[in-house]
T-cell receptor
Framework: DAGVIQSPRHEVTEMGQEVTLRCKPISGHDYLFWYRQTMMRGLELLIY????????DSGMPEDRFSAKMPNASFSTLKIQPSEPRDSAVYFC????????????FGSGTRLTVV | AQSVTQLDSQVPVFEEAPVELRCNYSSSVSVYLFWYVQYPNQGLQLLLKYLSGSTLVKGINGFEAEFNKSQTSFHLRKPSVHISDTAEYFCAVSPSNRDDKIIFGKGTRLHILP
């Protein structure tokens, strides 16, 4: 199994631009999570999906952030417009055994907004 | 709701010395407990987990953790550390009786001194 695959690994963009982060979960996993990691705030859960349906988006910081999961093998996290304070590492994780049993994380996307 | 406290943000240890990383949790229900490791520029990787049964849990890379219900702790230990153990370690908790997301601690950075 290739694990959770995220792309791109690094993204540098100018303030105001749209940014799209991508995630492919492990095949057969029906839960998908998006996290953001910064030095100041640590690891924050942004949103999670079950069977492609968003279940809890209470961690999404503001309307500039949106996430979709059009099918079981693909999810996107979009920031529009991006701001310097969005600079962080964004992780995707998936689980095939519910939300409380342990997750498999991707390698992350390091986003820098200048 | 659950919460997790990692008492040390950084722990320096000499190579080949033993180490203990402390984790305490709070929960009104029974829990699952996890330790994840994050090597530099990588995603989080599951080190070990306690679901039920023996309170001493063995994980990868020679790490082990002990679940202590009376002290609500789940400390991580290794008898002899190596330079390759340099990483950030995250303790996490979830409720065992329902489908709810895992709560992560703020992490402990392990520095191995030569």
């Amino acid at each position: 199994d290739a694990g959770v695959i995220q792309s791109p690994r690094h993204e540098v963009t100018e303030m105001g631009q749209e940014v799209t982060l991508r995630c492919k979960p492990i095949s057969g996993h029906d839960y998908l999570f998006w996290y953001r990691q910064t030095m100041m705030r640590g690891l924050e859960l942004l949103i999670y999906f079950n069977n492609n349906v968003p279940i809890d988006d209470s961690g999404m910081p503001e309307d500039r952030f949106s996430a979709k999961m059009p099918n079981a093998s693909f999810s996107t996290l979009k920031i529009q417009p991006s701001e310097p304070r969005d600079s962080a590492v964004y992780f995707c994780a998936s689980s095939g055994q519910g939300t409380n049993y342990g997750y498999t994380f991707g390698s992350g996307t390091r986003l820098t907004v200048v | 709701a659950q919460s997790v406290t990692q008492l040390d943000s950084q722990v320096p240890v000499f190579e080949e010395a033993p180490v203990e990383l402390r984790c305490n949790y709070s929960s009104s229900v029974s829990v699952y407990l996890f330790w994840y490791v994050q090597y530099p520029n990588q995603g989080l990787q599951l080190l070990l987990k306690y679901l039920s049964g023996s309170t001493l849990v063995k994980g990868i890379n020679g790490f082990e953790a002990e679940f202590n219900k009376s002290q609500t702790s789940f400390h991580l230990r290794k008898p002899s550390v190596h330079i390759s153990d340099t990483a950030e370690y995250f303790c996490a908790v979830s409720p065992s009786n329902r489908d709810d997301k895992i709560i992560f601690g703020k992490g402990t950075r392990l520095h191995i001194l030569p």
